[in-house]
């Protein structure tokens, strides 16, 4: 099945190496390897591939060469720059990976003028437009999520298997490699307390006293699990950016089956992941700073979500399940 980026990235390799990141498990190795080019498939995990690619002596003649887990080579951006700015782009690179890869943006300049990125989301209504109904992929979503994997099996039990082994993964390898936490099971405690707040302005003090650990802490945790793709946060809209970067944000799942099983819950959830992917991809293909967050007067009305570019509003959405009639908050 081929995915909503595949066309923009195939734009963009003849220009600037091309990073995939996004949530583990949302087919970028897939996509990567069915782009429709003679490819030359390389990931740093396979202990074979490592000496192929830290000799650099993949195969020239490939129209695509893919460097799979290359986050995990020392110094891996001065490698690329290196070839980069030796070689070009003969053949063509995509460098693909999830939490650590994204995390390029913090290595400095080396890369700086070399690259596009492209993020990866899970499936949503839009993408699969003309191939499903909307209800049908609605209703999977709500059901099963949308990755690929458990919503391509379109079964519950299937997908509660996956569902754990998908979390354990990213906590007890991603989160592992990120940094030396070593209380899982408060980690696990706070994710399990977020599936029933999705949709309300989290409080650092009352997370902290929940999981018996100081407001720092769990900040901090909240800001590993972010960069580990497993939910994002929606902060409130402010003029004032410093202002909206101090307020209670609300936290949603990229995995929409997570959330308790409420379905107004689910739903938000659901809408919240589309607008943020539709917003991920307008942003990476044109350039344009976008955010996606929520609006709270000081009366307490509230309006769930706000879409903007350069700073300022362009959309209000407010997401209702049965009720037609338009909130009073509009």
Same mark, same amino acid.
């Given at each position: ?17 091309? $990073? ?12 990567? @390897? ?27 003649? !490939? ?77 999977? $979503?709500? @059901? ?8 391509? !099996? ?27 936490? @070593? ?47 497993? $939910? ?17 944000? &609300? ?25 943020? &992917?539709? $917003? ?28 903007? &570019?350069?700073? !300022? ?6 997401? &209702? ?10």
């Amino acid at each position: 099945m081929e995915r909503a980026l595949t066309q923009l990235i195939q734009r963009d390799l003849g220009n600037k190496i091309v $990073i995939l990141t996004g949530p583990r498990q949302t087919g970028k190795t897939w996509l990567a @390897t069915h782009i429709g080019l003679k490819t030359d498939y390389l990931n740093y995990d396979d202990p074979e591939h490592r000496g192929i690619i830290r000799e650099k002596a993949w195969d020239r003649r !490939a129209q695509l060469v893919v460097l799979d887990e290359l986050h995990k080579m020392p110094n891996w951006t001065s490698f690329l720059k290196g070839i980069y700015d030796v070689e070009g782009l003969s053949p063509p690179l995509l460098v693909t990976g999830s939490a650590r890869l994204d995390m390029y943006r913090r290595t400095g300049d080396s890369m700086a003028g070399r690259f596009f990125r492209y993020r990866l989301h899970p499936f949503d209504v839009q993408e699969l437009s003309g191939r499903m109904s909307a209800e049908d992929t609605l209703n999977r $979503i709500l @059901t099963v999520g949308g990755f690929p994997e458990p919503f391509l !099996a379109n079964d519950a039990e299937y997908y509660r298997r996956w569902r754990r082994s998908h979390l354990e993964a990213i906590l007890r390898r991603d989160l592992l490699d990120l940094t030396t936490v @070593t209380d899982l099971h408060s980690v696990e405690l706070l994710v399990e307390m977020l599936k029933e707040r999705v949709g309300i302005p989290v409080s650092y003090a009352s997370l902290s006293r929940d999981v018996a650990k100081d407001p720092k802490t769990v900040k901090r945790w909240l800001e590993l699990l972010t960069e580990l793709y497993v $939910i994002f946060p929606v902060r409130p809209w402010h003029r004032n950016v410093a202002r909206s970067l101090s307020k209670e944000p &609300k936290y949603y799942f990229y995995d929409t089956a997570q959330v308790t099983d409420e379905r107004g819950a689910r739903l938000e959830n659901a809408v919240a992941c589309s607008l943020l &992917k539709s $917003i991920h991809n307008a942003e990476d293909r044109d350039g344009y700073r976008r955010s996606l967050q929520f609006v709270r007067t000081r009366d307490g009305r509230e309006i769930d979500f706000v879409v903007t &570019k350069e700073g !300022a509003p362009t959309h209000l959405l407010e997401v &209702k399940d049965t009720d037609e009639t338009l909130s009073r908050s509009f």
